[in-house]
């Protein structure tokens, strides 16, 4: 009987895991099909006749590079600031002591209760005061900064014993070398998983982006992947459109790869009771 539950446990999960990939799998699978074979051999699992004529098509009809260029700088540099700067405050809010700390801190989870689309005008009109509409700069700046980055961090700070840093301070460390020697890189796995999120987060972004972004050089790939849909008159491109999509997926899938053992550790972690 419990040799039973297990199987089915496991055949649960599979089906489940099955549904979840589908539709990534028929995703790709479609991508390298042309036009016509989309709908009449859409229920295929694996198509015959494969081509890479969209994806040339794509990188012919627009600056699809440019697009996806911009999204990596922005997703790679709001992904370190976002991990550093939340690192740092929730350090200092789970072991240094200073005045209002708390009240402080209640504030950032009070940030973290408003829907991110209260902020767009108030930030816009910050980011056109300070002239860095359709610059890098108005991209990035507002995603450095979170309420959920630095509740993790300090969450796990606090969990992390006090005897390593006061062997540290023994040993001559200050205050700068414990928390970039000794925290730091034992918080790796809640590093890895604010990292990823923050990343997903980032390269998905497009109303932020369409909204401080008016050149085409400077629109990431949401955006200028929307504008080359809108820009269709009687005909739905889908193959190019599949084959976008593909592309745009592919820096989020190897992002969580790259990091899915310290965030499946850091799940553990938070799992255990002592």
């Known amino acids: 009987m419990k040799r039973f539950r297990v199987a089915l446990g496991y055949l649960t999960l599979i089906l489940i895991a099955i549904s979840m990939l589908y539709p990534f799998f028929a995703m790709l699978n479609l991508s390298f099909a042309d036009d016509n074979a989309i709908f009449t051999e859409a229920g295929k699992l694996i198509h015959t006749n494969l081509t890479l004529q969209n994806y040339k098509n794509v990188f012919v009809e627009l600056p699809l ?109 200050n205050l700068f070398s414990t928390f970039f020697k000794i925290a730091l890189p034992l918080a790796l796995p809640t590093v890895a998983t604010l990292a990823i999120f923050t990343f997903v987060t980032t390269w998905n972004s497009f109303m932020w982006p369409l909204i401080v972004t008016n050149s085409e050089g400077m629109r990431t790939l949401p955006v200028g992947l929307a504008i080359y849909k809108g820009s269709f008159r009687e005909i739905t491109l889908w193959g190019e459109l599949l084959a976008c999509s593909v592309i745009c997926t592919i820096p989020v899938i190897g992002v969580f790869l790259l990091g899915k053992k310290y965030f499946i550790s850091d799940i553990l972690q938070g799992g255990v009771k002592e």
Request: glycine residues 8%; hydrophobic residues 55%.
């Open 65 to 173: 590079s440019r697009y996806f260029l911009n999204s990596l700088i922005v997703a790679v540099i709001s992904t370190i600031g976002q991990v550093l700067f939340a690192a740092m405050a929730g350090y200092a809010f789970a072991r240094l002591k200073f005045p209002l700390r708390n009240g402080l801190f209640l504030i950032i989870l009070i940030t973290m209760l408003i829907p991110p689309q209260v902020n767009i005008i108030p930030l816009f009109f910050l980011m056109r005061e300070m002239h860095l509409i359709d610059t890098y700069q108005a991209l990035i700046l507002p995603s450095l900064f979170g309420g959920l980055g630095v509740f993790l961090m300090r969450q796990y700070f606090l969990g992390l014993p006090r005897d390593l840093e006061e062997s540290a301070k023994i040993d001559g460390c």
